[in-house]
């Protein structure tokens, strides 16, 4: 990949923006709408960010970790920058599609690139009337929530749920129910990646239930559908020593 012109965006920690200060006396930057990368700096909630901001686009985003955790991030470094970036590796990853309907009637549409979750919002449990292609496959799971996680959101909130790690390339998504009631031995599904998706909620009224897609929260669903969007993709780079497949790989013997 041939990089000439890099812009820069930063998260509003203070380690970040010393960051973007840094690289900015470095490396002379362009706005993101000029560049052939962007470098994202902060953790992995404002890599999600740049990646929905700049969605439309398909520039390549970089991102170095100035947050916390970084899974989706690379190591910090002010050298030799113009070099990794020519050296990086890319992953395309695909969305999904939330449409979700609320009690008063409303619609409102949604991407998520880790996950569509469903929680409730009251002391009572949840119930979910949970559907595959069009097939009902849970009459009424009781629950606190449930998720479809894509394979890179799989070591997100899916993998604190007890969900399963999902390696790249391997066209599914994780189906995983957050504290499960009934059914009792139901601890979720793998599901194609070109699956429906949808989710009733039974009792709204009583049993308030929200949904979300990575940052965006809709109250009061009635129901929801999830759907891979292949029309839309982001691409993320990583250092070669470092990508997302091995990092995915490495989390399952974790220990």
Not at 21 to 49: M, N, T
Request: aromatic share 6%; glycine share 8%; hydrophobic share 40%.
């Amino acid at each position: 990949m041939k990089i000439e012109k890099i812009a820069c965006v930063a998260s509003k920690s203070p380690k970040a923006e010393e960051g973007l200060a840094l690289l900015s006396k470095r490396y002379p930057l362009v706005s993101a709408e000029e560049a052939d990368v962007i470098i994202a700096l902060g953790g992995d909630g404002f890599l999600l960010q740049t990646m929905h901001a700049h969605l439309e686009t398909g520039t390549p985003i970089y991102g170095m970790n100035r947050g916390t955790v970084g899974f989706l991030l690379n190591e910090y470094t002010v050298d030799g920058l113009m070099d990794r970036l020519a050296a990086a590796q890319s992953h395309t990853l695909y969305p999904l599609k939330m449409k979700a309907e609320t009690l008063a009637g409303e619609e409102h549409e949604a991407l998520a690139f880790n996950e569509v979750a469903l929680h409730r919002y009251s002391q009572q449990s949840a119930h979910i009337r949970v559907s595959i292609n069009g097939r009902q496959r849970l009459e009424n799971l009781v629950c606190d929530g449930i998720m479809v996680a894509t394979p890179a959101g799989s070591t997100a909130y899916n993998l604190s749920a007890r969900g399963p790690i999902i390696p790249l390339g391997s066209n599914v998504l994780a189906l995983t129910p957050v504290s499960p009631f009934r059914p009792r031995r139901w601890n979720g599904a793998l599901l194609p990646h070109s699956a429906v998706v949808e989710f009733e909620i039974l009792n709204p009224g009583k049993r308030p239930v929200g949904a979300s897609a990575d940052s965006v929260e809709v109250r009061d669903v009635v129901r929801v559908t999830v759907t891979e969007d292949m029309s839309r993709h982001a691409c993320i780079l990583f250092d070669p020593d470092h990508s997302l497949e091995e990092r995915i790989f490495s989390e399952q013997f974790v220990h």
